[in-house]
């Protein structure tokens, strides 16, 4: 068997993650959804140095679109085609998905945690959880700022007032989804009343929706280390094993020999969608040409050691890294020019001036900034300031130093 070589693999997993095409013009909502549908989910996260992070997800793969556009496919009724759920983690997820988050809300159902069952042998809390269920039945949907703290003190992520609990609890088992967001905040709704009428919701058993999960992740993946289908939807890997056994036997994936960064021949797989992709990518036919900016949590570094076998690249957000431990910033951005990730910038908006900073860019070691890679880059970030409808660019350090005086000039 002869060996993809690197560049071809790369192409392919850009493919697969809706990165490797030049950006459509004009994004609609059909295309933010069928972007969503490729790559499974968009993770969900609280910081918003730019943008928050399933909005950056889609910019890279899209370009400029309004956020309004995703916000109706999240939570308008009779346009909703999202809701949010668990999957590699808190993420937006296609509903067509919803019946396979089934078995789980049963499972924690009927066996929840230890940490729960303590919770719950407090009398209060015990009387809580049915009186918020009903308080929402009643008044219509409610965030957890509309119930009282009954005088508890909150003091970190998780230190969550009683009713949060009960209403996250709630939300886990099934019997509420989150109808909205306000200021970021969870609006949670009865399910009955979130989840449109056409969604299926026949319960597949866990066999069928652990297959179904690591099947959608070696998708998304296009070529993959055997267990890195498990990573991408935040599957175990033991149990996975005798999944991808049985996906190779029913010849959805394919063996194949794969040069990976470090000069060695690794036993990967390519899902049989992807394979004539692969045969064209190694005959030269197909190459990546998006360059874009990807979010931390971006689904392309979801399986593990992957940016460093194809990419030979860390990526680390180092926002939780005290200030003075970090190498790049506290927000790093990746920088994808075609089949390769060259560089990364710490960006911060600041709204109200209409101004895009880049506290810090760098390009990649042995990474070369000729006029291709800063024209492609320039083009980027003009997108990138419109999407976040800024009107002046900062940049306060640039590695190489010429860079930022360089694409400065081009904007």
């Given at each position: 068997?002869?060996?993809?070589?690197?560049?071809?693999?790369?192409?392919?997993?850009?493919?697969?993650?809706?990165?490797?095409?030049?950006?459509?013009?004009?994004?609609?909502?059909?295309?933010?959804?069928?972007?969503?549908?490729?790559v499974?989910?968009?993770?969900?996260?609280?910081?918003?140095?730019?943008?928050?992070?399933?909005?950056?997800?889609?910019?890279?793969?899209?370009?400029?679109?309004?956020?309004?556009?995703?916000?109706?496919l999240?939570?308008?009724?009779?346009?909703?085609?999202?809701?949010?759920?668990?999957?590699?983690?808190?993420?937006?997820?296609?509903?067509?998905?919803?019946?396979?988050?089934?078995?789980?809300?049963?499972?924690?159902?009927?066996?929840?945690?230890?940490?729960?069952?303590?919770?719950?042998?407090?009398?209060?809390?015990?009387?809580?959880?049915?009186?918020?269920?009903?308080?929402?039945?009643?008044?219509?949907?409610?965030?957890?700022?509309?119930?009282?703290?009954?005088?508890?003190?909150?003091g970190?992520?998780?230190?969550?007032?009683?009713?949060?609990?009960?209403?996250?609890?709630?939300?886990?088992?099934?019997?509420?989804?989150?109808?909205?967001?306000?200021?970021?905040?969870?609006?949670?709704?009865?399910?009955?009343r979130?989840?449109?009428?056409?969604?299926?919701?026949?319960?597949?058993?866990?066999?069928?929706?652990?297959?179904?999960?690591?099947?959608?992740?070696?998708?998304?993946?296009?070529?993959?280390?055997p267990?890195?289908?498990?990573?991408?939807?935040?599957?175990?890997?033991?149990?996975?094993?005798?999944?991808?056994?049985?996906?190779?036997?029913?010849?959805?994936?394919?063996?194949?020999?794969?040069?990976?960064?470090?000069?060695?021949?690794?036993?990967?797989?390519?899902?049989?969608?992807?394979?004539?992709?692969?045969?064209?990518?190694?005959?030269?036919a197909?190459?990546?040409?998006?360059?874009?900016?990807?979010?931390?949590?971006?689904?392309?570094?979801?399986?593990?050691?992957?940016?460093?076998?194809?990419?030979?690249?860390?990526?680390?957000?180092?926002?939780?890294?005290?200030?003075?431990?970090?190498?790049?910033?506290?927000?790093?951005?990746?920088?994808?020019?075609?089949?390769?990730l060259?560089?990364?910038?710490?960006?911060?908006?600041?709204?109200?001036?209409?101004?895009?900073?880049?506290?810090?860019?760098?390009?990649?070691?042995?990474?070369?900034?000729?006029?291709?890679?800063?024209?492609?880059?320039?083009?980027?970030?003009?997108?990138f300031?419109?999407?976040?409808?800024a009107?002046?660019?900062?940049?306060?350090?640039?590695?190489?130093?010429?860079?930022?005086?360089?694409?400065?000039?081009?904007?």
């Amino acid at each position: 068997m002869t060996p993809y070589p690197l560049p071809a693999l790369r192409t392919v997993a850009l493919h697969a993650q809706a990165l490797g095409s030049p950006t459509p013009a004009a994004p609609n909502p059909a295309a933010l959804y069928t972007a969503i549908r490729q790559v499974g989910c968009v993770q969900i996260d609280t910081l918003q140095m730019v943008h928050r992070s399933h909005l950056l997800t889609l910019w890279s793969r899209l370009g400029s679109f309004d956020p309004a556009d995703f916000d109706r496919l999240a939570y308008s009724p009779g346009q909703r085609r999202l809701f949010e759920g668990w999957q590699h983690a808190a993420a937006f997820i296609p509903l067509e998905d919803y019946r396979y988050q089934m078995p789980h809300q049963r499972r924690l159902r009927e066996q929840p945690s230890d940490w729960y069952q303590r919770w719950l042998t407090q009398q209060a809390n015990a009387a809580l959880v049915p009186a918020v269920l009903q308080r929402i039945r009643q008044e219509g949907a409610l965030r957890a700022s509309d119930f009282g703290s009954d005088g508890h003190k909150p003091g970190g992520w998780w230190n969550w007032k009683p009713a949060k609990v009960a209403l996250e609890f709630l939300y886990a088992f099934g019997e509420l989804m989150i109808t909205n967001r306000v200021n970021f905040q969870r609006v949670y709704d009865l399910t009955e009343r979130v989840l449109p009428t056409w969604v299926d919701t026949t319960q597949p058993d866990e066999a069928q929706r652990d297959r179904y999960w690591v099947e959608l992740g070696a998708c998304a993946l296009g070529v993959f280390d055997p267990l890195q289908a498990a990573d991408y939807t935040y599957r175990k890997r033991t149990p996975s094993r005798p999944i991808l056994q049985e996906l190779l036997r029913d010849g959805i994936l394919l063996p194949i020999q794969a040069e990976l960064c470090d000069g060695q021949v690794h036993d990967w797989l390519v899902h049989r969608d992807y394979s004539p992709q692969l045969q064209q990518a190694a005959d030269g036919a197909l190459a990546a040409q998006r360059t874009t900016f990807l979010s931390p949590f971006d689904s392309l570094f979801w399986a593990r050691r992957r940016d460093e076998q194809l990419w030979g690249f860390r990526q680390h957000l180092e926002a939780y890294t005290p200030a003075p431990k970090r190498q790049w910033g506290y927000f790093c951005l990746p920088i994808l020019h075609h089949d390769r990730l060259v560089g990364r910038f710490d960006p911060k908006l600041e709204r109200r001036a209409r101004l895009l900073r880049l506290k810090a860019l760098y390009l990649e070691p042995g990474v070369e900034p000729d006029d291709a890679l800063v024209s492609a880059v320039a083009a980027a970030l003009r997108d990138f300031m419109h999407f976040h409808q800024a009107e002046d660019l900062v940049i306060e350090r640039s590695e190489p130093v010429e860079l930022g005086a360089r694409l400065i000039n081009l904007l």
